[in-house]
């Protein structure tokens, strides 16, 4: 899945095997992979940031500048779930 996810901001979201999927939050909208696409380990899938976004979305800075979703600054937010559940990444890892 790609897409704006709230605060998460542009997300890439990839499912594995066993129910588990990786989330990748706050990443470029200039996504590298596509919806469906097989995607291997060590390929790159996206690019982290920017701080600021030209779609409307609920966050903004201190200046009032939309932001990619509810951040202060580029940085990758990384979850992992199992059957929907979130799990410690450093199990799967």
Excluded at 8 to 13: D, E, H, R, S
Excluded at 19 to 36: A, M
Excluded at 56 to 71: F, I, L, P, R, V
Aim: hydrophobic share 30%; proline share 3%; net charge positive.
């Amino acid at each position: 899945m790609l897409g704006w996810y709230g605060a998460n901001g542009y997300t890439v979201i990839i499912s594995h095997e066993n129910g588990i999927s990786s989330t990748y939050g706050h990443v470029s909208e200039t996504f590298i992979v596509s919806v469906g696409q097989k995607v291997s380990k060590g390929q790159i899938i996206a690019h982290v940031g920017p701080k600021y976004v030209s779609k409307e979305s609920n966050y903004k800075d201190s200046t009032g500048k939309y932001t990619n979703g509810a951040t202060t600054g580029p940085h990758l937010h990384l979850a992992i779930s199992k059957n929907g559940k979130k799990i410690d990444p450093l199990t799967v890892l």
